[in-house]
């Protein structure tokens, strides 16, 4: 942990806890509705697979939810756009989301990160552009303590009224770093992160927000790796080469404040592809090889086009027609391109501000309350806002297959008395707008499930607000959006009843993971990701002494927290707290094998059962991480042999993929189900497959492993193995009786051993076999 120029005491990990202790909550649904069900509809798996079926189609009716930067839990220190953020959106069953790329000179130097600064997530100070891509990847990711409670804001306003006579709401942008503490993750690479949802094949979608020219970069470096792979004389081969299957579950997302056209984004394109390559490889045919692409069109871009445009009467430069045709122009360049008429999918960025602009008068009224708008600044927003609608109206009327997407925009900090958001280019904590009118806009943007016309593709910081929302509105009340062209917001939900007028107002509220200080609810309703980082594992009898004091130090300083009158409810808080602490500190321990606090941990009563972690319980961490021992001490004290509950990492499946063999054949003696599967890595005897794990092939076969089990992932045994190659496994495979004839419905990187082209949609034996002329198989068909 690194301190600059701390204000505040926080010294132990845990004590974070006291500036983000709030958890993301699953709010209720309408009766006849459940989780389960609603997050596949909007948060569907692996839908980047085939760029072409991203089409309106395809798209649930109310459209599909992505998480914001991978789904960041403040209170548990997952920070957005790391490894964890992304983890934890896959453990709670988000397979669309959205992270922040940074793609480098080459596409091995891109990393995520959300700021052109590294101050907000790490130590560092200054642009990454600064730092060299080795030092970038060796960076450890920090929480930022964005610490209201303790910073001296009183002090520093006192200065500024002396010196300038200023007022608390003009003080402006403000940096309240007063503390970092390690997460112990690093600076995640890009092509690595793409990689892992590749080769283990989850099903993730990755949307990768490039932002400046980077949409650019990030183009030419994909076009560059398809034409090393013969895309310039046979484009239908593209969707066989590793460089489309590496990229096939993204898509790439620009900004117009970059590219005023099609045309210009060309341009840039092969400008980046000549400075990184030497050589410019960009044709319009290539499009329908790239991931799906975004374009953002946000309006002061437009204005500025307006502004830009020569006309013979400056007295119209500011007109809702001249925008609306400006703005029409400037988008429809981003459609209908070439000669098989390539779309990208728009995100164009209209509040809601301009929903009830009267054009025939010029007049503005407040879209949430009908209440007229007089600030002229504001109405001229309003303005523009309206002539984005009725262009993003006319535009899916005149292309039924366009797709449309948007984002939620909520604020990163929520104090007591203001509301920040992180400046992109400074990473610093800028207040939003305090007036009324002047801050409608970004209160609009706030609103979960959008106003008129709802998207095709939204990406939420909250994204279970904002698929209960249109869970509420749009399922189950069936409301009309267009009326929201004429009738103010809250009088048009009032329509649905007072049930649904409340849930929604309150889906609405304050964003409490971004909520500085003491929780609304002392008890967290998701103990589960309260992760509290107990240190590295402990080497000599003294560190184990302190390990074991800072739990009992931990659990007593988040007793401490609760705030309530009665005795006997503060006293059942406490041990709620102290429990959830237990829990947690059992996994970590778990996870270092530190098997003397962990026996410890369990005689005081925590949960081994209870899930935790990304791998969920405690047996699951330790089988991953390999603790022989400590996986005996956990199923001698009742683990959970065929855990976590959740079912998303069992402790065979992570123990075979690490290739534990001595765990394993543990496992087995216990009587661990050794055929069942989960979600992420099939069965065991699957991924041991994929991952060339002869020995535990072996192993799990002669122990009964049924070799043609059905399997939580994409892939059968024989496809895993077949897919990387691994030929004795197969052999071993096919002597076991492995059908030949399963379809293999999504190969991940598979070439033809002879000729080097793509398998589709065939069997194992028509591959290998028949066409291959391999003796491996022609001996078992």
Same mark, same amino acid.
């Given at each position: 942990?690194?301190?600059?120029?701390?204000?505040?005491?926080?010294?132990?990990?845990?004590?974070?806890?006291?500036?983000?202790?709030?958890?993301?909550?699953?709010?209720?649904?309408?009766?006849?509705?459940?989780?389960?069900?609603?997050?596949?509809?909007?948060?569907?798996?692996?839908?980047?697979?085939?760029?072409?079926?991203?089409?309106?189609?395809?798209?649930?009716?109310?459209?599909?939810?992505?998480?914001?930067?991978?789904?960041?839990?403040?209170?548990?220190?997952?920070?957005?756009?790391?490894?964890?953020?992304?983890?934890?959106?896959?453990?709670?069953?988000?397979?669309?989301?959205?992270?922040?790329?940074?793609?480098?000179?080459?596409?091995?130097?891109?990393?995520?990160?959300?700021?052109?600064?590294?101050?907000?997530?790490?130590?560092?100070?200054?642009?990454?552009?600064?730092?060299?891509?080795?030092?970038?990847?060796?960076?450890?990711?920090?929480? #930022?303590?964005?610490?209201?409670?303790?910073?001296?804001?009183? &002090?520093?306003?006192?200065?500024?009224?002396?010196?300038?006579?200023?007022?608390?709401?003009?003080?402006?942008?403000?940096?309240?770093?007063?503390?970092?503490?390690?997460?112990?993750?690093?600076?995640?690479?890009?092509?690595?992160?793409? +990689?892992?949802?590749?080769?283990?094949?989850?099903?993730?979608? +990755?949307?990768?927000?490039?932002?400046?020219?980077?949409?650019?970069?990030?183009?030419?470096?994909?076009?560059?790796?398809?034409?090393?792979?013969?895309?310039?004389?046979?484009?239908?081969?593209?969707?066989?080469?590793?460089?489309?299957?590496?990229?096939?579950?993204?898509?790439?997302?620009?900004?117009?404040?970059?590219?005023?056209?099609?045309?210009?984004?060309?341009?840039?394109?092969?400008?980046?592809?000549?400075?990184?390559?030497?050589?410019?490889?960009?044709?319009?045919?290539?499009?329908?090889?790239?991931?799906?692409?975004?374009?953002?069109?946000?309006?002061?871009?437009?204005?500025?086009?307006?502004?830009?445009?020569?006309?013979?009467?400056?007295?119209?430069?500011?007109?809702?027609?001249?925008?609306?045709?400006?703005?029409?122009?400037?988008?429809?360049?981003?459609?209908?391109?070439?000669?098989?008429? %390539?779309?990208?999918?728009?995100?164009?960025?209209?509040?809601?501000?301009?929903?009830? %602009?009267?054009?025939?008068?010029?007049?503005? #009224?407040?879209?949430?309350?009908?209440?007229?708008?007089?600030?002229?600044?504001?109405?001229?927003?309003?303005?523009?806002?309206?002539?984005?609608?009725?262009?993003?109206?006319?535009?899916?009327?005149?292309?039924?297959?366009?797709?449309?997407?948007?984002?939620?925009?909520?604020?990163?900090?929520?104090?007591?008395?203001?509301?920040?958001?992180?400046?992109?280019?400074?990473?610093?904590?800028?207040?939003?707008?305090?007036?009324?009118?002047?801050?409608?806009?970004?209160?609009?943007?706030?609103?979960?499930?959008?106003? %008129?016309?709802?998207?095709?593709?939204?990406?939420?910081?909250?994204?279970?607000?904002?698929?209960?929302?249109?869970?509420?509105?749009?399922?189950?009340?069936?409301?009309?959006?267009?009326? +929201?062209?004429?009738?103010?917001?809250?009088?048009?939900?009032?329509?649905?009843?007072?049930?649904?007028?409340?849930?929604?107002?309150?889906?609405?509220?304050?964003?409490?993971?971004? #909520?500085?200080?003491?929780?609304?609810?002392?008890?967290?309703?998701?103990?589960?990701?309260?992760?509290?980082?107990?240190?590295?594992?402990?080497?000599?009898?003294?560190?184990?002494?302190?390990?074991?004091?800072?739990?009992?130090?931990?659990?007593?300083?988040?007793?401490?927290?609760?705030?309530?009158?009665?005795?006997?409810?503060?006293?059942?808080?406490?041990?709620? +707290?102290?429990?959830?602490?237990?829990?947690?500190?059992?996994?970590?321990?778990?996870?270092?094998?530190?098997?003397?606090?962990? &026996?410890?941990?369990?005689?005081?009563?925590?949960?081994?059962?209870?899930?935790?972690?990304?791998?969920?319980?405690?047996?699951?961490?330790?089988?991953?991480?390999?603790?022989?021992?400590?996986?005996?001490?956990?199923?001698?004290?009742?683990?959970?042999?065929?855990?976590?509950?959740?079912?998303?990492?069992?402790?065979?499946?992570?123990?075979?993929?690490?290739?534990?063999?001595?765990?394993?054949?543990?496992?087995?003696?216990?009587?661990?189900?050794?055929?069942?599967?989960?979600?992420? %890595?099939?069965?065991?005897?699957?991924?041991?497959?994929?991952?060339?794990?002869?020995?535990?092939?072996?192993?799990?076969?002669?122990?009964?492993?049924?070799?043609?089990?059905?399997?939580?992932?994409?892939?059968?045994?024989?496809?895993?193995?077949?897919?990387?190659?691994?030929?004795?496994?197969?052999?071993?495979?096919?002597?076991?009786?492995?059908?030949?004839?399963?379809?293999?419905?999504?190969?991940?990187?598979? &070439?033809?051993?002879?000729?080097?082209?793509?398998?589709?949609?065939?069997?194992?034996?028509?591959?290998?076999?028949?066409?291959?002329?391999?003796?491996?198989?022609?001996?078992?068909?």
């Amino acid at each position: 942990m690194e301190n600059h120029g701390s204000i505040s005491n926080i010294s132990n990990p845990a004590s974070f806890n006291r500036v983000f202790n709030h958890f993301r909550e699953y709010p209720p649904l309408p009766t006849g509705y459940n989780w389960e069900t609603q997050k596949q509809q909007y948060c569907p798996r692996d839908r980047g697979a085939n760029s072409r079926m991203w089409d309106t189609s395809h798209v649930h009716q109310f459209g599909y939810v992505f998480c914001h930067r991978g789904l960041y839990e403040r209170a548990s220190r997952f920070i957005d756009n790391s490894n964890s953020a992304i983890k934890n959106g896959l453990r709670e069953g988000f397979f669309l989301q959205e992270v922040d790329v940074f793609p480098g000179k080459k596409i091995k130097d891109g990393f995520l990160a959300h700021d052109q600064t590294a101050n907000r997530v790490t130590s560092k100070k200054g642009s990454w552009k600064s730092y060299p891509a080795r030092e970038i990847f060796e960076t450890t990711l920090v929480s #930022r303590v964005v610490d209201m409670l303790f910073y001296p804001r009183d &002090q520093i306003l006192e200065k500024h009224r002396e010196a300038n006579h200023v007022k608390p709401e003009d003080l402006g942008d403000l940096d309240f770093e007063s503390t970092y503490l390690d997460t112990y993750e690093k600076v995640p690479r890009l092509e690595s992160t793409i +990689l892992k949802t590749r080769i283990k094949d989850i099903g993730l979608t +990755l949307q990768l927000d490039l932002r400046n020219d980077d949409f650019a970069t990030g183009i030419a470096h994909y076009i560059f790796h398809l034409a090393n792979n013969g895309i310039e004389n046979s484009p239908s081969r593209v969707r066989f080469t590793p460089a489309w299957d590496l990229f096939r579950s993204t898509m790439l997302k620009g900004y117009n404040k970059e590219f005023n056209s099609f045309e210009h984004l060309v341009q840039t394109i092969k400008k980046k592809s000549k400075e990184a390559y030497g050589v410019d490889v960009f044709k319009l045919e290539f499009l329908h090889q790239l991931p799906p692409l975004i374009m953002v069109f946000y309006s002061d871009s437009v204005v500025e086009l307006a502004e830009n445009d020569p006309l013979e009467d400056d007295s119209t430069r500011k007109s809702y027609k001249h925008i609306h045709d400006v703005f029409k122009k400037h988008v429809s360049s981003f459609i209908g391109i070439g000669k098989e008429s %390539y779309n990208f999918i728009l995100e164009i960025t209209h509040s809601g501000l301009g929903l009830l %602009y009267d054009v025939e008068t010029g007049k503005a #009224r407040n879209p949430l309350t009908g209440a007229p708008l007089r600030d002229e600044t504001v109405v001229f927003n309003s303005l523009v806002d309206r002539a984005m609608i009725d262009v993003s109206l006319e535009l899916r009327r005149e292309h039924p297959d366009l797709l449309f997407c948007s984002c939620t925009r909520l604020p990163d900090v929520i104090a007591s008395d203001q509301k920040y958001k992180a400046h992109h280019q400074s990473g610093n904590m800028v207040g939003w707008e305090r007036n009324e009118e002047k801050g409608l806009a970004a209160k609009l943007r706030a609103i979960h499930g959008g106003l %008129y016309p709802q998207s095709n593709i939204a990406v939420a910081d909250d994204p279970i607000a904002e698929i209960a929302v249109r869970t509420w509105i749009d399922q189950n009340s069936a409301l009309d959006r267009s009326e +929201l062209l004429q009738k103010p917001y809250y009088e048009w939900l009032r329509q649905a009843g007072t049930e649904v007028y409340d849930a929604v107002n309150n889906l609405n509220g304050d964003f409490l993971p971004n #909520r500085t200080g003491d929780p609304v609810d002392s008890t967290p309703t998701n103990p589960g990701t309260n992760s509290i980082n107990l240190g590295s594992p402990p080497d000599s009898t003294e560190r184990t002494r302190l390990w074991r004091d800072d739990v009992n130090d931990i659990a007593q300083r988040e007793s401490q927290l609760t705030n309530v009158d009665n005795e006997d409810s503060q006293a059942e808080e406490e041990a709620d +707290l102290q429990q959830e602490t237990y829990d947690v500190a059992a996994y970590k321990a778990a996870e270092h094998g530190n098997d003397e606090v962990l &026996q410890e941990l369990i005689f005081k009563g925590a949960d081994i059962n209870a899930s935790t972690g990304f791998f969920g319980s405690a047996l699951a961490v330790a089988c991953a991480k390999g603790h022989y021992e400590t996986v005996q001490i956990l199923l001698d004290n009742g683990a959970n042999i065929n855990g976590p509950r959740n079912g998303f990492c069992c402790p065979l499946q992570v123990a075979s993929h690490e290739g534990h063999v001595d765990i394993i054949q543990l496992l087995l003696d216990k009587g661990v189900d050794i055929n069942a599967s989960n979600s992420i %890595y099939g069965t065991a005897l699957a991924d041991a497959c994929a991952q060339g794990h002869e020995d535990i092939v072996k192993l799990l076969l002669a122990r009964g492993a049924d070799v043609n089990a059905p399997t939580g992932s994409s892939k059968s045994p024989l496809e895993a193995a077949c897919i990387m190659n691994h030929d004795t496994i197969v052999q071993r495979l096919l002597a076991a009786g492995a059908d030949v004839n399963i379809p293999i419905n999504q190969i991940v990187g598979s &070439q033809h051993p002879e000729t080097g082209m793509g398998m589709g949609n065939k069997t194992p034996q028509k591959i290998w076999g028949k066409e291959a002329n391999c003796d491996t198989f022609s001996t078992h068909a």
